[in-house]
């Protein structure tokens, strides 16, 4: 079983800045697509952004260029760095775990909220 544990989440003011964690268990870190997702209410769980394990990394448009994703799997974790928010960013955001078995793994959610 793979746990995936989220922090960083909170209450931030528009323009300001957010960095999430999520660290996963398990030896096989290093080998495994990890990503970010986000649902605000009232909508569908999208997708924001994945790393792979060479690195390469993908956004969705909404957040590009305002977020930065990097993993380190010394620690076997994986930072979104978060800046310029809006109140559109405001959401529970879920660590997702891509093992490319037949089992994938999400974490709890942490909430962020954008706000004045």
């Known amino acids: 079983q793979v746990q995936l544990v989220e922090s960083g989440g909170g209450l931030v003011q528009p323009g300001g800045s957010l960095r999430l964690s999520c660290a996963a268990s398990g030896k096989l870190f290093s080998i495994y697509t990890m990503g970010w997702y986000r649902q605000a209410p009232g909508k569908q769980r999208e997708w924001v952004a994945a790393?792979?394990?060479?690195?390469?990394?993908n956004y969705a448009g909404s957040v590009k260029g305002r977020f930065t994703l990097a993993r380190d799997n010394a620690k076997s974790t994986v930072y979104l760095q978060m800046n310029s928010l809006k109140p559109d960013d405001t959401a529970v955001y879920y660590c997702?775990?891509?093992?490319?078995?037949?089992?994938?793994?999400w974490g709890q959610g942490t909430q962020v909220t954008v706000s004045s």
């Open positions: 997702h775990a891509d093992t490319y078995t037949t089992s994938d793994y």
């Open positions: 790393i792979t394990n060479d690195g390469t990394t």
